[in-house]
């Protein structure tokens, strides 16, 4: 054959394996995405295909897998490709590679409800201890009861049995004030935090305290006892707190009473209408601001009818009186001591400081 035929001849079969070659690798690259060059292979430094057509390396390479001698595969060139692509390696490998699963949503554990209940009785008391520990010992009408105790006697709605256990031990543990003291609307209504209780609430308490001495001069129209303020219902009360936050028997009030004897009579008789509503109190406890003195009319009236109805005497530890005392000293008044005691007059609760 003619050395030109031969030429041609061979040219044609080179140009016919090259367009196989690309064919090839254009009809893969539409199915899989691209493939990159081992990194056991050398990249020429040049190509004289153009950059739409594969490299000579990766046509070589894809010579190799698919006309490789003996039809076999070379496995490590084969690994090494379908280790660098992200689809199946089915053709190079042989192995099924099972897609990734797509990620499911996790299972949202349910939280089981602490057993509090289960809990022995002493370990709940103490919990409830802490749980109330914030809140003042003495209750009365406040303008901040929904902050401080309001919200925490929601407890109480859990269930039954919490309402009974936390219920008592809240109402037992507290002293409640019988009339409000706190200047304002509170201090003027008819209707104390003691008759806003329920009769179960009321059974509970085993302490109450009486205030004396705000509005000496005008005591409120419902500082009055009567059925209404449930003091029969708080069988279970053993101490009543009488505290004296003045005296208007002193010298220092001349001139500013209403009348003599007027608030010390009134004291006497509240005293009074409730001790015999609550025939149950074993004893009252006395106390008062340093102001006070235990020889004047005020406290002489109210100690005596304390012990008309048979109830023991004990002392507040404000005051510090005990049953040795003799005499005391007269508190000589003071400018700053009759500007207080007229605020006092109008039912502002203040203390008077000697």
């Given amino acids: 054959m003619p050395r030109k035929a031969t030429q041609q001849l061979v040219g044609r079969r080179i140009t016919t394996r090259t367009s196989r070659t690309v064919a090839t690798v254009v009809d893969n690259s539409l199915h899989a995405p691209p493939t990159p060059i081992p990194s056991n292979l050398n990249t020429p430094l040049s190509s004289a295909y153009p950059s739409t057509y594969a490299s000579e390396a990766e046509g070589d390479v894809d010579g190799e897998i698919e006309g490789g001698i003996g039809g076999q595969v070379n496995e490590d060139v084969a690994k090494a490709m379908g280790a660098l692509t992200l689809a199946g390696s089915v053709e190079a490998t042989g192995e099924a590679t099972a897609p990734p699963k797509p990620l499911s949503r996790l299972a949202r554990r349910k939280q089981k409800p602490f057993p509090f209940l289960e809990l022995p009785a002493e370990l709940r008391v103490k919990i409830y201890e802490y749980f109330f520990d914030d809140t003042h010992y003495v209750l009365d009408l406040d303008p901040d009861n929904y902050r401080r105790i309001h919200k925490k006697l929601g407890f109480l709605r859990t269930c039954r049995t919490i309402s009974l256990e936390a219920g008592y031990l809240f109402y037992s543990t ?181």
């Fill in 174 to 354: 507290h002293t409640v004030r019988i009339f409000p003291t706190h200047p304002g609307k509170h201090f003027k209504t008819k209707k104390p935090l003691l008759a806003r209780m329920s009769a179960r609430q009321r059974s509970w308490i085993t302490s109450l305290e009486m205030r004396l001495g705000p509005g000496w001069n005008k005591p409120p129209r419902g500082w009055v006892v009567n059925p209404a303020l449930g003091l029969h219902e708080c069988t279970s009360v053993r101490k009543l707190t009488v505290f004296v936050e003045c005296d208007p028997s002193d010298g220092i009030f001349n001139g500013f009473r209403r009348a003599d004897d007027f608030y010390e009579g009134f004291s006497r008789g509240l005293l009074t209408d409730v001790l015999t509503e609550m025939p149950f109190v074993e004893h009252v406890t006395f106390d008062a601001w340093s102001s006070v003195r235990k020889k004047g009319a005020m406290m002489r009236g109210l100690i005596n009818t304390a012990l008309s109805h048979g109830k023991q005497i004990r002392w507040g530890p404000e005051r510090g009186w005990s049953d040795l005392d003799d005499e005391e000293d007269i508190v000589v008044p003071t400018n700053d001591m009759v500007a207080t005691a007229l605020l006092n007059g109008v039912g502002m609760d203040v203390v008077i400081v000697a």
